[in-house]
C-alpha cells in the first residue's frame, strides 16, 4: 500500500538517552517533514527536508536532528538536549505545492 | 511569525446538527488547509483551497477560502458520531518553502448520538 510509515508507534526512553524515530514514505515525494504535537495544541515543525541530502530547521529544531541519505526516508533522532521530549511525533511528506499528507504518529514518553 | 487562530475551540452537538468553524491569520495566504485527525493517529487532509473565494465540498464537508485570503470556513452537514475528533485548519509559513504549514489550534468536536 502507498503511504507514510512511522514507526515505532510507542517509544519510551530515559533521560539523557537518544531515540531515532523512523519514517519512510512510497509516495516519491520529494519533501519530507517532522511536527511535534502537545496535547490540546496544534503542530509545530521540527525540520523539514524538501530534497535527498537537504534539510532545513523548523521553529522548534533545539535538541533534535535528522537525516535525508534516501528520498523514501527522513528519520528524526530526539537528543538528550531535548528538555520536554514527551510528545506525539509526526512524519509528513509533499509531492509540491502546500499540500501534505501525513503518517499515523509516533508517541514518545520519557520515563 | 504567523499565527493562525481557529474557533471554536470546541464543540459539542446532537447527531445531525451542522457544524460550522473558521480560522483567521494575520497574514495573506494562498492556500488553506483543512484537516481532521482522529484520537491517537495523523491527521487526514479533507479539503485544499487553492482560490480566494472558491468553495469546495467534500461530501458532507464544505470549506470556503476566504475573500480576503486571511479566513477560511469549513462546514459539516447533518453531523455523525464518526465526525468526532480534532479539526486543524494550516496554511502555508510564508515564503516559497513549500509545505512549510502553520497549523491552527484545532477544534474539538463531540457530536451527541
Known amino acids: 500500500d502507498g503511504g507514510i510509515t512511522q514507526s515505532p508507534k510507542y517509544l519510551f526512553r530515559k533521560e539523557g538517552q537518544n531515540v ?11 519533501a519530507m517533514y517532522w511536527y511535534r504535537q502537545d496535547p490540546g495544541q496544534g503542530l509545530r515543525l521540527i525540520y523539514y527536508s524538501q530534497i535527498v541530502n537537504d534539510f532545513q530547521k523548523g521553529d522548534i529544531a533545539e535538541g533534535y536532528s535528522v537525516s535525508r541519505e534516501k528520498k523514501e526516508s527522513f528519520p528524526l533522532t530526539v537528543t538528550s538536549a531535548q528538555k520536554n521530549p514527551t510528545a506525539f511525533y509526526l512524519c509528513a511528506s509533499g509531492g509540491g505545492g502546500n499540500t501534505i ?7 514518545l514518553t520519557v520515563v | 511569525g504567523q499565527q493562525l487562530n481557529q474557533s471554536p475551540q470546541s464543540m459539542f452537538i446532537q447527531e445531525g446538527e451542522d457544524v460550522s468553524m473558521n480560522c483567521t491569520s494575520s497574514s495573506i495566504f494562498n492556500t488553506w488547509l483543512w484537516y481532521k485527525q482522529d484520537p ?55 515564503g516559497t518553502s513549500y509545505g512549510k504549514l502553520t497549523f491552527g489550534q484545532g477544534t474539538i468536536l463531540t457530536v451527541h448520538p
Not at chain 2, 483551497?49 to 452537514?77: M, P, V, W
Request: with cysteine.
Open chain 2, 40 to 94: 491517537g493517529e495523523g491527521p487526514v487532509l479533507l479539503i485544499a483551497l487553492y482560490k480566494a473565494g472558491e468553495l469546495t465540498s467534500n461530501g458532507r464537508l464544505t470549506a470556503q477560502f476566504g475573500i480576503t485570503r486571511k479566513d477560511s470556513f469549513l462546514n459539516i452537514s447533518a453531523s455523525i458520531p464518526s465526525d468526532v475528533g480534532i479539526y486543524f485548519c494550516a496554511g502555508p509559513a510564508g
Open chain 1, 101 to 107: 499528507y501525513f503518517g499515523e504518529g509516533s508517541w
Open chain 1, 20 to 30: 531515532t524515530l523512523s519514517c519512510e514514505q512510497n509516495l516519491n515525494h520529494d
